[in-house]
């Protein structure tokens, strides 16, 4: 049995600026309105696989940390980033940023892409979704406009 939340309707968003540097249109800074859609399967314990309300929680708890930043990876073989006191000084293909650390979010990815994106927010949640009844698969897609999205899956 599956159970799925688009996230689009469940109010699993966020909206952050980023950018990709292996893209040239990507390359310059720009934002979206993303949001977040779920799967989750696995056998229903007492006819229930896992309760709507606690899987969206799950996911607003590890995406509100992004919403209103700029999506900057930690470390990465693309771009450079040096924390200098309060300021984030980024740069890629000649390009250089100084944003307040309080407008960043550092990436545990290499890139913002929302392919890397979905898979870092279902290392953040898997732990905890699996503890939940008797679920076997779990999927974290990352929307960055209406339909055109990335998915990142893990089965147990
Ligand atoms: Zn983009």
């Given at each position: 049995m599956k159970l799925m939340i688009d996230g689009s309707l469940g109010h699993m968003d966020f909206s952050a600026a980023h950018f990709i540097p292996t893209i040239e249109k990507c390359a310059h800074l720009h934002g979206h309105n993303y949001y977040v859609s779920v799967e989750v399967e696995g056998d229903p314990v007492e006819g229930v696989l896992m309760d709507y309300g606690i899987l969206k929680s799950l996911i607003r708890k590890a995406i509100e940390p992004l919403d209103h930043r700029i999506l900057v990876p930690e470390h990465s073989g693309f771009s450079t980033c040096k924390i200098d006191g309060d300021v984030c000084l980024v740069a890629y293909a000649g390009k250089k940023f100084q944003f307040p650390i309080s407008d960043v979010y550092l990436l545990d990815r290499e890139m913002s892409s929302s392919e890397l994106l979905s898979r870092s927010i279902l290392e953040k949640t898997e732990k905890e979704i699996f503890?939940?009844?008797?679920?076997?698969r779990f999927a974290v897609c990352v929307y960055e406009s209406p339909g055109q999205g990335a998915c990142s899956e893990v089965s147990r």
């Open positions: 503890r939940h009844g008797n679920i076997k």
